[in-house]
């Protein structure tokens, strides 16, 4: 396909060096996109690549989909600002439409414009529901790098420069119920997990696990708050994940793929721990603004309109025995759900993760040892086939 970038617009060299000059030096970038059309992205040199990163689960809608900026410009147009403490037709619709979509008894949002925004939002619910601070968390978890969610974050090289962190968390292994039901006690406030481990290397909780939490906590009066920032919104083939397990939590935080790459985050939870919060005790600027609560919109309606949660199970059946072909002499295995999957490695796999890049593929690590796969949900068979076809000939090339 041919692609037209406008000749004005850089090339990679100069956009790196003119971007390392200004960033916080925090990354060593060495390419530069500058448009995306469904699950393909160019570079400023305008060479293509298939996206199966979405910005980390976030582009759902893969890029420039026409329904997605349809909506954010006609929103642009009519209003952008429009803060929580005043109603707004859009943000109305949205999370009637974001509701709908979740477990009976779930039915209260806070709105807010990241995955971080919205764990802290649910550890002020829980601690004023329960009245207690104490969180038990799974050892590789991941909720985010602010000073509250990063309590709760496990990777110590995340932690370490910023002990000691404000929230007391006992950490305990993930898919150990005995370890789980010993650590839960009256002190608790809230048992916390993810459905998959995103961050932590592709983990899947085993359904019983899940249930077991659910069991656990209501035992000893604690909350239950599942982060969905990665695995939900139709990403492993149910619109949560939690939906494998049957689980309903008192809590559920929402992210990465809720606006297709528009910021935003979402705290959902029951009447009962809504209420617990005093009047203004909790807020944000921009959270539940116009313009995201439009692209939110656009996003449920379009997984609706095409059927985007069975396409993702498809899809991900496909990519999952793809990637099971490749199983041998380097790969160990393929861990997952739906469009989130991860290929194990037994050598770590920063070099591998470039090397596919270079192969026009872009994927991004999950812990040292895993590259994961988190595309567009609209990815199409052809172009499922076309990325273990380039895996296949990355690894090849490479051994
Ligand atoms: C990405 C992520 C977060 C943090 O979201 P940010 O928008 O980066 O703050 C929290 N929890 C999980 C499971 C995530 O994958």
């Given at each position: 396909?041919?692609?037209?970038i406008?000749?004005d617009?850089?090339?990679n060299?100069?956009?790196?060096?003119?971007?390392?000059?200004?960033?916080?030096?925090?990354?060593?970038?060495?390419?530069?996109?500058?448009?995306?059309?469904?699950?393909?992205?160019?570079?400023?040199?305008?060479?293509?690549?298939?996206?199966?990163?979405?910005?980390?689960?976030?582009?759902?809608?893969?890029?420039?989909?026409?329904?997605?900026?349809?909506?954010?410009?006609a929103?642009?147009?009519?209003?952008?600002?429009?803060?929580q403490?005043?109603c707004?037709?859009?943000?109305?619709?949205?999370?009637?439409?974001?509701?709908?979509?979740?477990?009976?008894?779930?039915?209260?949002?806070?709105?807010?414009?990241?995955?971080?925004?919205?764990?802290?939002?649910?550890?002020k619910w829980a601690?004023?529901?329960?009245?207690?601070?104490?969180?038990v968390?799974?050892?590789?978890g991941?909720?985010?790098?602010?000073?509250?969610?990063?309590?709760?974050?496990?990777?110590?090289?995340?932690?370490?420069?910023?002990?000691?962190?404000?929230?007391?968390?006992?950490?305990?292994?993930?898919?150990?119920?005995?370890?789980?039901?010993a650590?839960?006690?009256?002190?608790?406030?809230?048992?916390?997990?993810?459905?998959?481990?995103?961050?932590?290397?592709?983990?899947?909780?085993?359904?019983?696990?899940l249930?077991?939490?659910?069991?656990?906590?209501?035992?000893?009066?604690a909350?239950?708050?599942?982060?969905?920032?990665?695995t939900?919104?139709?990403?492993?083939g149910?619109?949560?994940?939690?939906?494998?397990?049957?689980?309903?939590?008192?809590?559920?935080?929402l992210?990465?793929?809720?606006?297709?790459?528009v910021?935003?985050?979402?705290?959902?939870?029951?009447?009962?721990?809504?209420?617990?919060m005093?009047k203004?005790?909790?807020g944000?600027?921009?959270?539940g603004?116009?313009?995201?609560?439009?692209?939110?919109?656009?996003?449920?309606?379009?997984i609706?309109a095409?059927g985007?949660?069975?396409h993702?199970?498809?899809?991900?059946?496909?990519?999952?025995?793809?990637?099971?072909?490749?199983?041998?002499?380097?790969v160990r295995?393929?861990?997952?759900?739906?469009?989130?999957?991860?290929?194990v490695f037994?050598?770590?796999v920063?070099?591998?993760?470039?090397a596919?890049?270079?192969?026009?593929?872009l994927?991004?690590?999950?812990?040292?040892?895993?590259?994961?796969?988190?595309?567009?949900?609209?990815?199409?068979?052809?172009?499922?086939?076309?990325?273990?076809a380039?895996?296949?000939?990355a690894?090849?090339?490479?051994?």
């Amino acid at each position: 396909m041919p692609v037209d970038i406008a000749s004005d617009v850089p090339g990679n060299q100069t956009l790196l060096t003119r971007e390392a000059r200004h960033g916080p030096g925090l990354w060593q970038a060495d390419v530069a996109f500058v448009r995306g059309e469904g699950v393909r992205l160019w570079d400023a040199d305008g060479r293509e690549y298939l996206d199966c990163m979405a910005g980390i689960a976030v582009a759902s809608l893969g890029h420039a989909h026409p329904r997605l900026t349809a909506a954010l410009t006609a929103q642009a147009q009519r209003l952008i600002v429009c803060p929580q403490n005043l109603c707004n037709d859009v943000r109305v619709a949205f999370l009637e439409a974001l509701v709908a979509r979740m477990p009976v008894g779930l039915g209260r949002v806070f709105l807010c414009n990241s995955g971080a925004e919205a764990n802290e939002a649910a550890l002020k619910w829980a601690r004023v529901a329960t009245g207690r601070r104490r969180v038990v968390a799974a050892t590789r978890g991941f909720a985010g790098r602010t000073i509250g969610a990063l309590s709760l974050t496990w990777e110590p090289a995340y932690r370490a420069p910023f002990e000691p962190l404000p929230y007391p968390v006992d950490f305990v292994p993930f898919n150990d119920q005995a370890a789980l039901e010993a650590a839960v006690d009256d002190e608790t406030a809230v048992v916390w997990l993810e459905p998959i481990q995103g961050e932590g290397g592709v983990h899947v909780a085993d359904p019983g696990y899940l249930r077991h939490a659910r069991d656990v906590a209501d035992q000893h009066g604690a909350v239950l708050a599942i982060d969905e920032i990665q695995t939900g919104v139709a990403r492993t083939g149910r619109f949560l994940a939690l939906e494998h397990a049957g689980v309903v939590p008192d809590m559920v935080t929402l992210a990465k793929g809720l606006a297709g790459g528009v910021p935003i985050g979402a705290l959902v939870m029951t009447e009962e721990v809504a209420a617990a919060m005093p009047k203004g005790g909790h807020g944000t600027t921009f959270g539940g603004n116009p313009l995201a609560a439009a692209a939110g919109l656009a996003v449920l309606e379009e997984i609706e309109a095409s059927g985007l949660i069975e396409h993702a199970e498809r899809m991900g059946a496909r990519l999952r025995a793809g990637l099971e072909g490749l199983v041998g002499r380097r790969v160990r295995g393929v861990r997952g759900l739906g469009l989130m999957l991860g290929l194990v490695f037994d050598e770590p796999v920063a070099p591998i993760v470039e090397a596919l890049r270079e192969a026009g593929l872009l994927v991004v690590n999950a812990g040292s040892h895993v590259v994961r796969f988190v595309p567009p949900l609209v990815i199409g068979p052809a172009d499922v086939d076309e990325v273990i076809a380039r895996v296949e000939r990355a690894l090849t090339d490479a051994s």
